[in-house]
Every structure is written in structure tokens, then in C-alpha cells.
């Protein structure tokens, strides 16, 4: 079974500027998660897909952040336009449904810096 | 709010020993914990994962116990090899409104020395 494909890897970009991630989950997979781990610290949930629709984005930073799951597969978190802080590794997890007992599997990563 | 915090932050070790990582949590009113490893520049790989209702879990060399009263949660490694050198992870699964939230710790830096 394949797992959670993310794209790119790596990026870096200057601050101000817009970058994009992409994410496709486990096939069958109903719930998709984005997470912000900065250097050190554990990963902060950003946003919850159930399907294509959000079920929670209360630490999504909205005046900059944006996410959506066209189809309720793949998913596309951009960043616009980046700061300093914004430096990190953006996990995209899926799991079978949004309840406790379901695993969530993460992908590997995409590791962002700006300058 | 939920907080999960993990003990030691690092930890350095012979090849060979068994040791333990810590994490406990605020509120005792949990779904479930999980245990997961992170080796540097990768994602997360699940290892264990209880339920609320569940003692412990184990899996080949690793076995994690959950005591929800105390929000105590223990990750037992026995016999560490160099391979086992990574960051493990602690998350708490707790009810966060109209669904429900993984609360993460830092995670425990394990260097195991051939």
C-alpha cells in the first residue's frame, strides 16, 4: 500500500514571497490532516479535511495561509506571501475517518525555509 | 487546553541497555496515545498506539503503557540497538469541539552508541 505522497521536499523562498505544498493521502483514506512542526517542537495541527470539507482550521494563520481538497483526494496548502516564522516542516497525515481510534499516517514532509 | 509534555528531551545511551521515555498529559479525558518516531528530515512512523480503555501495547521490542488516571504514559525499549537512534514522539487524541485533536510533545531526542 502506498503512503502519503507530499511534494515538493524542499523549499526555499525570500519572505513576502508565495510558495505552494501538495499532498495526496492514502487511497480510501476520508480524512487528511496539515501539520506545522518547527525545529524542536512537536507538529501543531493547521487544518482538517473530512472529505473535501474543513472540519477544523482554528490554528490555520488565514490572513496568510490557504488549503482546500478539490474532490476530496488531493490537497494543496499555500502560503501567501511567507514570513521569517513561517520556517518549518508541513506534514500532510491521512486517516480512514476523522474518529480517535483511527491511525493517522504521515507523509514525509515538506521542509521550508525563508529568508 | 491539553498539553503533553515528554521526559527526557534527549537522551544518550550504550548499545544494549533498556530505557524508557516519559510523557504525560493534562487532562485525563483522552481517546488515545500514540507513540511515534521521527528520524531527522522524515515524517512520523507510527509505533504504538493505545486506547483509552487499553494498559499497554507491544510491539517486537517496544512496549508502551498508559495509566490515565496519574496521564502518565511510559515507552519501554528494550535491548537498543543504533538503529533505534531517532526523536520519538508522544500525542495525546482528545475532544476538540465537534471533532477530535492529536496534541503532540516535543519528543525525546534517543542516541543509541555502538
Known amino acids: 500500500e502506498a503512503g502519503v505522497a507530499q511534494s515538493p521536499r524542499y523549499k526555499i523562498i525570500e519572505k513576502r514571497q508565495s510558495v505552494a505544498f501538495w499532498c495526496n493521502p492514502i487511497?480510501?483514506?476520508?480524512?487528511l490532516y496539515w501539520y506545522q512542526q518547527i525545529l524542536g517542537q512537536g507538529p501543531k495541527l493547521l487544518i482538517q479535511f473530512q472529505n473535501n470539507g474543513v472540519v477544523d482550521d482554528s490554528q490555520l494563520p488565514k490572513d496568510r495561509f490557504s488549503a482546500e481538497r478539490l474532490k476530496g483526494v488531493d490537497s494543496t496548502l499555500k502560503i501567501q506571501p511567507a514570513k521569517l516564522e513561517d520556517s518549518a516542516v508541513y506534514l500532510c497525515a491521512s486517516s480512514l475517518g476523522g474518529v480517535p481510534y483511527n491511525e493517522q499516517f504521515f507523509g514525509p514532509g515538506t521542509r521550508l525555509t525563508v529568508l | 487546553k491539553q498539553e503533553v509534555t515528554q521526559i527526557p528531551a534527549a537522551l544518550s545511551v550504550p548499545e544494549g541497555e533498556n530505557l524508557v521515555l516519559n510523557c504525560s498529559f493534562t487532562d485525563s479525558a483522552i481517546y488515545n496515545l500514540q507513540w511515534f518516531r521521527q528520524d531527522p528530515g522524515k515524517g512520523l512512523t507510527s509505533l504504538l498506539l493505545i486506547q483509552s480503555s487499553q494498559r499497554e501495547q507491544t510491539s517486537g521490542r517496544l512496549n508502551a503503557s498508559l495509566d490515565k488516571s496519574s496521564g502518565r504514559s511510559t515507552l519501554y525499549i528494550a535491548a537498543s540497538q543504533p538503529g533505534d537512534s531517532a526523536t520519538y514522539l508522544c500525542a495525546v487524541a482528545y475532544s476538540g469541539g465537534s471533532n477530535y485533536k492529536l496534541t503532540f510533545g516535543k519528543g525525546t531526542l534517543l542516541t543509541v552508541n555502538p
Open positions: 487511497s480510501g483514506h476520508a480524512t
